[in-house]
């Protein structure tokens, strides 16, 4: 008979490993900071884009921009942005979080006990993967509260008013537990790939702030080549234009996507790097 | 911006992770653990139930590059006895052990605990309990900590880890960072990590480094206390004098390959003592190849 490679059991004991280290309070930490600046900022631009300043040198169009900030769709879109704040920033910590995971094992060679008391290493894989996603839409229910406390706040100070239940906010907040799932996943699926707490710190973050400008001018470079129009929507390959895509109700970029594409691509991503873990850490000699 | 904040938080993530590898921490004196009077002897393992825990080890070959660093090694480690496993450094039983325990791959041959591969068993903590290297605990975890994760992980109740505690001497230290430990007490937190499921095997690589005099003593009387239970107890050392004084049955090992086997006696033979006949028997066999 096949036994089921989900153990609640192991996805418990992978949630013991990671709130039981110092990592996690650091974790949590620089989160809620990350959250809270964005939030901050996030506050301010919106601010500023319904009262212009004085000495702006386009301020008739400033204002027009107020004026339809100010409609129900304009104040609703303010909704969704507060109700999101900062989630670009902060799902990179999510992914930093799922490559910890998996490599502090093998840094602090604690990989052997966990292997010894679960010697079918996917089932270990695959709890890690829960555990990282559980803190994940942990990380995500933390910023959601943080916005769902100051954006009423904010959206009374500024006097404009929208509904925080709305389709359009409920949306943009379920995206963004999306978008949190799936980076931690991509994270684990890269810490399982590269094994190297270094490397794969470094190569998530190159992928996920660099990733962006290198596919769009490769792509835009290509476009100018062989003027396909696909090629303009190619960018969305990379995973930081797919979850931007996933998130972003409006096209992300001319020539984006629908949004279901940016989530497929990164759920086939963190699906693709994780299996491709599997596979390799099934091989690997512990030694 | 973005990309500042994420140089930052990764340097201090890298930084973390050396600080917990490399710290030189405050020196711990043994103060904090107590070598218990009594050595743990578990329940005795039925006469019925026995055979469940004969270690099979047949042509056990393992190749890194096209170089064998075990090389088709046989031996039986049979219940309620003790089994040295010796060799110089290098000579393959740590690679052996590992592959008895499913942690390398095998090149060729089968290991099997009562008949069944280490990779095969549904619950293996509640079979076999390992001591691979010093505890195996994350640095900044406590040494409680540690064990509950294991227990949760086997499905072991979480209680077995102060049971386990209290039976290696480390209750007054249990709240403690096991990178606090001294070397002798991540030994017997690891020690404490292989009996949590009360196994019926324990293999156990180099348990004695680290250990003081008194330390080495309640290791020997311990692993005995186990095997006169019935338990099966492999353990790999190259303390000769240590090992002469408490196991039942020997394998030598000597650059990869099976130099001798058998009972203490017969494998010491003719010599004045096992010291000598292991010299003679690994002779220009050094591990280190």
Request: net charge positive; with cysteine; proline share 5%.
């Amino acid at each position: 008979m096949t036994q089921p490679v989900i153990r609640p059991r192991l996805i418990s004991a992978e949630i013991m490993k990671i709130r039981t280290t110092r990592a996690w309070w650091i974790f949590l930490g620089i989160f809620t900071l990350f959250s809270a600046v964005a939030l901050l900022n996030n506050f301010l631009s919106h601010h500023y884009q319904l009262y212009p300043q004085q000495d702006l040198a386009d301020r008739a169009q400033a204002l027009a921009q107020a004026a339809e900030a100010r409609t129900p769709a304009g104040a609703a879109a303010i909704a969704a942005s507060m109700m999101t704040s900062g989630q670009f920033l902060t799902v990179l910590i999510a992914m930093l979080l799922g490559i910890h995971v998996v490599t502090s094992e093998i840094a602090q060679r604690t990989v052997t006990a966990t292997f010894l008391v679960t010697p079918r290493r996917e089932r270990v894989i695959v709890a890690k993967l829960a555990a990282a996603g559980a803190f994940g839409a942990l990380f995500w229910l933390i910023t959601t509260v943080l916005d769902g406390v100051v954006t009423p706040v904010f959206m009374a100070s500024q006097h404009i008013s929208a509904s925080l239940t709305g389709q359009g906010v409920i949306r943009a907040v379920l995206l963004g537990l999306l978008a949190f799932l799936l980076w931690a996943a991509f994270g684990l699926g890269l810490g399982v790939v590269m094994r190297s707490q270094v490397a794969s710190v470094v190569a998530g973050i190159a992928i996920y702030a660099g990733g962006f400008a290198v596919v769009e001018l490769v792509c835009h470079g290509l476009y100018d080549v062989y003027h396909q129009a696909w090629l303009l929507a190619a960018p969305v390959i990379a995973p930081a234009v797919a979850a931007q895509v996933m998130i972003t109700p409006a096209p992300a970029f001319p020539h984006a996507p629908p949004q279901w594409t940016g989530a497929v691509i990164m759920a086939g991503y963190a699906l693709a790097l994780t299996a491709a873990g599997i596979v390799q850490i099934r091989r690997h000699d512990i030694s | 911006m973005v990309i500042l904040l994420a140089v930052l938080v990764a340097g201090g993530l890298v930084w973390l992770a050396r600080r917990n590898r490399h710290e030189t921490l405050a020196p711990v004196t043994d103060a904090e653990s107590e070598v218990p009077g009594q050595p743990y002897a578990g329940q005795p393992i039925p006469a019925e139930q026995r055979p469940r825990g004969r270690i099979d080890v047949r042509g056990l070959t393992k190749e890194y590059r096209g170089a064998k660093v075990v090389d088709d090694v046989s031996f039986v480690a049979e219940p309620g006895q003790v089994t040295g496993f010796l060799g110089p450094n290098g000579a393959g039983k740590t690679t052996t052990l590992r592959m008895l325990l499913g942690l390398v791959e095998p090149t060729a041959g089968v290991a099997t605990i009562g008949g069944a591969r280490y990779v095969d068993l549904e619950r293996p903590a509640l079979r076999v309990g390992a001591v691979l290297e010093a505890s195996g605990a994350h640095e900044g975890r406590t040494g409680r900590d540690h064990l509950r994760i294991l227990c949760r992980a086997a499905g072991i109740p979480l209680a077995r880890a102060d049971t386990v505690l209290a039976a290696v001497g480390l209750t007054r230290a249990a709240g403690r960072a096991a990178g606090d430990y001294s070397l002798g007490m991540r030994q017997r937190l690891g020690v404490a990590a292989a009996l949590l499921g009360d196994p019926q095997v324990l293999v156990l690589d180099e348990p004695g480094n680290g250990l003081d005099p008194e330390g080495i003593r309640w290791m020997r009387e311990l692993l005995r206390a186990l095997a006169a239970g019935g338990r099966t107890v492999l353990v790999s050392s190259h303390q000769l004098a240590e090992m002469e004084q408490f196991a039942d049955a020997l394998v030598i090992i000597a650059a990869g390959r099976v130099a001798a086997t058998g009972t203490l006696a017969s494998v010491v033979g003719g010599h004045p003592d096992l010291e000598a006949a292991f010299l003679d028997l690994t002779a220009g066999q050094g591990g280190i190849r």
